[in-house]
Every structure is written in C-alpha cells, then in structure tokens.
C-alpha cells in the first residue's frame, strides 16, 4: 500500500517532518535510508557503528528539520550530509577509545590542545569547502555532492538525475575546477595556517 507521503519530493517532506510528521520522516528514511547506510559503511567498514551513524543523523533530521534550506542544497544531499558528519565523528571517536590506555607517555594537556587544534582545523577547512560549494551552479554543485556525499558513481548519477553521462561529467570537471579556484584564492587571502600558531 503507497505512503500517504508518496508523492510528494524529499524538500516537501522535511517541511512536514519540521511541523512534527513522523510519517513523513518514515517516508524520508524509505526513500533515503538504504544510501545513507551504504555511505556510512564506506567510511566506518563495521555494521552496528554505520546503523548507529544513519539513527543519529535522522534523529538530528527530526530535530533539526526546521533548519533546513532548499536554496543551498537538495534534501537528500542535505540528509547524507548529516550522516557522513556523523559517521566520521564516529571512526573519531573509536579511534581515541583505542588509543587512550596505550600511550601514557603523552602529557594529558598536550593531548588535548593537539584535538582541539586538529577540531578547529577541521571545521575551519569544512566551512571553507561549504562557502566554495555554495558559489557554484546548482547543477555542479548537486553533482559533486551526491558523488562525494552519496557516493554515487558518475555512471549512476546521469541514471538519477536523468542526464547523459557526458553532461554528468562535464558538470563535475567543471565544478572541480571552480572549486579548486576558490580555495585557492581562499588559501592566498587568509586562511588559517595551523604552522603560524604553534
């Protein structure tokens, strides 16, 4: 039997979830939930912490849901987002348990000024991604998102966005570029270089 949400896009979808429709967020994990696992089992290779990563990040949808804007990504690149950042928090986080009894050797400050440095670094890199992201074209844009995010090949992104697969491939040759551009000129006007505060 088709949801009741059946029809309608994954945008019209998180407006709903943000007034509070669980049907809703059932019909997004439907549709999304099989590619957000796929992706965060490519980042953490271990079953039960990608299941985990895919609940957290659609908990955050549900919390979260009001937040988002549909003139800076696709719903779907905006949800497989939320689970890579999620999933990446999470090899993080097994990587410290791992490593915390082995190595007494290191003061405990020193430990925690080098992550929280390496935290700020990564942020500040992030942030400067997502502006650069933002400058391009909706078409360039969705593309490298769902390559990166959802990782999707080229071959199975002009099968879901309907485009032939030189157009697919000229968009994120193009994108690239332009990304590569911007951070360049980023990176020249002042980006934080982690070297000048040690």
């Not at 809703?24 to 992706?39: C, P």
């Not at 849901?65 to 950042?85: C, D, G, N, Q, Y």
Request: hydrophobic share 40%.
């Amino acid at each position: 039997m088709p949801s009741q949400h059946a029809h309608l896009s994954e945008e019209a979808l998180l407006a709903l979830v943000a007034r509070g429709d669980d049907a809703a967020l059932g019909e997004l994990y439907d549709r999304v939930g099989r590619m957000a696992y796929g992706l965060a089992y490519r980042v953490l290779r271990d079953d039960r912490l990608a299941e985990d990563a895919v609940q957290d990040a659609f908990l955050t949808v549900w919390r979260t849901a009001a937040t988002f804007s549909p003139e800076r990504a696709k719903a779907t690149t905006w949800i497989l987002t939320l689970v890579h950042r999620r999933a990446v928090d999470l090899v993080r986080r097994e990587q410290r348990r791992r490593a915390e009894p082995l190595d007494e050797m290191q003061p405990h400050d020193e430990a925690v000024t080098a992550s929280a440095e390496d935290a700020a670094w990564l942020h500040f890199e992030r942030e400067r991604v997502q502006a650069a992201l933002r400058q391009l074209p909706d078409t360039q844009r969705e593309a490298i998102e769902l390559a990166y995010y959802g990782g999707f090949t080229q071959s199975e992104l002009a099968e879901r966005l309907g485009e032939p697969l030189g157009t697919i491939k000229s968009r994120m040759f193009a994108g690239l570029a332009r990304l590569r551009e911007l951070l360049d000129d980023t990176a020249s006007e002042g980006s934080w270089n982690r070297e000048f505060t040690s």
